[in-house]
């Protein structure tokens, strides 16, 4: 699906309202493709009660949502080992119930347990706009 920047919002609520069932999802996408941005709708849409912001230099940001508990925001950029990830307690989180929302996932893929929503942002001819294309993961 192709959305403006405005309509991320939107797009994210329905994202949630699809697949309600689900509270891992990994976004892709390329250096300033709005996967922060989306994920900061995201995790306004569930109720983080703390300013959403990324957790580039941090790796994990966790926000309290009086709804639905934590959310846990990670941002796996920096990593250099897989180690780094299971250092941190990733399986902690990713077994929680709880909603994960993980950028640049690609060095930790094969630790997240299936079924996960894998949503890739990639820039358009228009500068405003964004191609989304959401599936969910399961094998």
């Known amino acids: 699906m192709i959305v403006r920047l405005n309509e991320?919002?939107?797009t994210a609520k329905t994202i949630i309202s699809k697949y309600a069932n689900n509270r891992l999802f990994v976004l892709n996408g390329e250096m300033g493709a709005?996967?922060?941005t989306f994920a900061k709708y995201f995790c306004n849409l569930l109720g983080a009660e703390e300013e959403v912001t990324s957790p580039t230099f941090a790796i994990a940001?966790?926000?309290t949502s009086s709804e639905y508990g934590e959310i846990n925001h990670f941002d796996f950029y920096r990593l250099e080992h897989l180690q780094e990830a299971i250092d941190i307690g990733l399986d902690d989180y990713l077994y929680s119930g709880n909603y994960c929302l993980m950028e640049w996932a690609d060095?930790?893929?094969d630790l997240i347990p299936k079924p996960y929503v894998k949503i890739d942002i990639l820039h358009v001819d228009n500068i405003d706009e964004r191609e989304l294309f959401v599936s969910l993961v399961k094998e």
């Open 34 to 36: 709005g996967k922060t």
């Open 8 to 10: 991320l919002e939107e």
């Open 61 to 63: 940001n966790i926000y």
């Open 107 to 109: 060095i930790i893929i």
